[in-house]
């Protein structure tokens, strides 16, 4: 168990809509990762945060955004959801801001958008 | 940025070991080495990552080149668990971000029983 909570565990939605997805650290953690992975595709970096803060973007779609609470949760929104928006979803953590501390990844989301 | 090369796949015997290598010619100065697994449907796990030194720990070792252009990682005993994707990752400091861990196709290890 990495100790990074994320849910759902699976969602199942309709084009158009939109969701959320919720990952909470390890605790003390206070960098949150999220990570895109679909079938023909590696994980692909969507976007960090640290302490609230946006510090990384990657290919994140318009569409998507994110966010860190002061709680240090943190929530990804994927709105107008298309066919090919289906993927699992990671969120990983790690105690420091910067790039040479181990990352911890939850268990993911799986979303399936018909 | 800093990019790695893995083999696309490898296989092994149970309770073989396995050196899985990693080429990063580019690696910066102050950049560690990450080592990340993903068995199927899961997450990546992490493995092992260093500096310079070569590393242990309960789960591999990690023989770093002394001019840290590649790197090595053993799995002393191969068992069927052990199957997975592996990852060897460098930080990515594309677009001006030193926080980045970005992931390539790794190799995928096949353990024989």
């Known amino acids: 168990d990495s100790g990074v909570t994320q849910t759902p565990k699976h969602l199942i939605t309709a084009t158009g809509q939109r969701v959320t997805l919720r990952c909470s650290p390890r605790s003390g953690d206070l960098s949150v990762y999220w990570y895109q992975q679909s079938l023909d595709q590696g994980l692909q970096f969507l976007i960090q945060y640290y302490n609230g803060e946006e510090r990384a973007k990657g290919n994140i779609l318009e569409r998507f955004s994110a966010q860190q609470f002061p709680d240090l949760h943190s929530e990804l929104n994927l709105s107008s959801l298309e066919l090919g928006d289906s993927a699992l979803y990671f969120c990983a953590s790690r105690s420091s801001g910067d790039g040479n501390s181990p990352l911890h990844f939850g268990n993911g989301t799986r979303l399936t958008v018909t | 940025d800093a990019k790695t090369t893995q083999p696309n796949s490898m296989e092994s015997n149970e309770e073989e070991p396995v050196h899985l290598p990693c080429n990063h010619s580019t690696i910066s100065g102050t950049d560690y080495i990450h080592w990340y697994r993903q068995l199927p449907s899961q997450g990546p796990e992490y493995v092992i990552h260093?500096?310079?030194s070569n590393v242990n720990n309960r789960m591999a070792s990690l023989a770093i080149a002394e001019d840290r252009k590649s790197s090595t990682l053993i799995l002393h005993r191969a068992t069927l668990r052990d199957a997975a994707v592996y990852y060897c990752?460098?930080?990515?400091?594309?677009?001006?971000?030193?926080?980045?861990?970005?992931f390539g196709k790794g190799t995928l290890l096949t353990v024989n029983p």
């Open positions: 990752i460098l930080r990515d400091r594309s677009g001006g971000s030193n926080y980045k861990l970005t």
């Open positions: 260093g500096l310079t």
